[in-house]
């Protein structure tokens, strides 16, 4: 039969309703798939992230080495003297009572380097003095062998200058005389005995282990020498080095108003 052009157009009608059923069974299909989960992404992981220092916390910087101890400062102490401290250095008859006398506790520096406490009885007029220029020697860290009342020496003054002892009131007649030294009145002391000897006239020093201190100028540790700063300090307060003797010489000794 041939194809007329009804036949030709029902047929084309035909073919449009099943592409259009054939359509629709597709996307039908498509729809009814469950939808997949999206991965998550990096930026909304549920694992917990690291805390991160504030911005305004500082970070930690290492311990540092503790420094070492600084030495003490210098103390003084200066009170009445019990007669029973005295026992050999005054009594009855001295030229100063012991009520007017004082013992000073105070720090000195000692030829190991170290710090160390000493003791000393001065006339109670010069212990403000003797306060003073210590406290400048131990500043200076000028070193001093020791600091202990004669009385340790039983009063003997040659035993505690053997010892290099440095020492101030002792109730005697000053050396080669009958008239009291300075030291029976409590203003005069003698600093480091063996590194400043008493030199004769004739150059002789009464002590063996001082005889190479002898000469002066001497570059030496706990030496004095004519016009250095231990002479000063005490120049300052008005007491004389016996160092500027003529004749002999007392490199060791300072006395308030000379002798």
């Given at each position: 039969?041939?194809?007329s052009p009804l036949v030709?157009?029902i047929?084309?009608?035909?073919?449009?309703?099943?592409g259009?059923?054939?359509?629709a069974?597709?996307?039908?299909?498509?729809t009814s798939?469950?939808?997949?989960?999206?991965?998550?992404?990096?930026?909304?992981s549920?694992?917990p992230?690291?805390?991160?220092?504030s911005?305004?916390?500082?970070?930690?910087?290492?311990?540092?080495?503790p420094?070492?101890?600084?030495?003490?400062k210098?103390?003084?102490?200066?009170?009445?003297?019990a007669?029973?401290?005295l026992?050999y250095?005054w009594?009855?008859?001295?030229?100063?009572p012991?009520g007017?006398?004082?013992?000073?506790?105070?720090t000195y520096?000692?030829?190991d380097?170290r710090?160390?406490?000493?003791e000393?009885?001065?006339?109670?007029?010069?212990?403000?003095?003797i306060?003073?220029?210590?406290?400048?020697?131990?500043?200076?860290r000028?070193?001093?062998?020791?600091?202990?009342?004669v009385?340790?020496?039983k009063?003997?003054?040659f035993?505690?200058?053997?010892?290099?002892n440095t020492?101030?009131?002792?109730?005697?007649?000053?050396?080669?005389?009958?008239?009291?030294?300075?030291?029976?009145?409590?203003?005069?002391?003698?600093?480091?005995?063996?590194?400043?000897?008493?030199?004769?006239a004739?150059?002789?020093v009464?002590?063996?282990?001082?005889?190479?201190?002898?000469?002066?100028?001497l570059d030496?540790?706990?030496?004095?020498?004519p016009?250095?700063?231990?002479?000063?300090?005490f120049e300052?307060?008005d007491?004389?080095?016996?160092?500027y003797?003529?004749?002999?010489?007392d490199?060791?000794?300072?006395?308030?108003?000379?002798?």
């Amino acid at each position: 039969m041939s194809n007329s052009p009804l036949v030709t157009r029902i047929r084309a009608v035909v073919a449009a309703a099943v592409g259009c059923l054939a359509a629709a069974a597709c996307s039908a299909t498509a729809t009814s798939q469950p939808a997949q989960p999206a991965s998550p992404s990096p930026a909304t992981s549920s694992a917990p992230a690291s805390p991160s220092p504030s911005a305004g916390t500082p970070t930690p910087s290492p311990t540092a080495s503790p420094s070492p101890t600084a030495p003490p400062k210098f103390s003084a102490k200066v009170t009445k003297v019990a007669r029973d401290r005295l026992r050999y250095s005054w009594r009855p008859g001295c030229p100063v009572p012991v009520g007017d006398l004082r013992l000073i506790t105070m720090t000195y520096w000692g030829f190991d380097d170290r710090p160390h406490t000493g003791e000393m009885v001065v006339n109670r007029n010069a212990a403000d003095d003797i306060v003073t220029v210590f406290r400048r020697l131990y500043d200076w860290r000028w070193p001093i062998r020791k600091m202990e009342l004669v009385d340790v020496y039983k009063g003997d003054d040659f035993d505690s200058i053997d010892a290099d002892n440095t020492s101030a009131f002792n109730c005697r007649p000053a050396t080669g005389s009958s008239s009291w030294s300075k030291h029976a009145y409590g203003r005069a002391v003698d600093i480091n005995p063996r590194e400043n000897p008493y030199v004769s006239a004739d150059g002789s020093v009464a002590h063996k282990n001082a005889r190479k201190f002898a000469k002066r100028p001497l570059d030496e540790p706990g030496v004095i020498n004519p016009g250095d700063r231990v002479v000063r300090a005490f120049e300052r307060l008005d007491w004389e080095w016996g160092g500027y003797w003529s004749g002999i010489k007392d490199y060791q000794h300072f006395s308030k108003g000379g002798g």
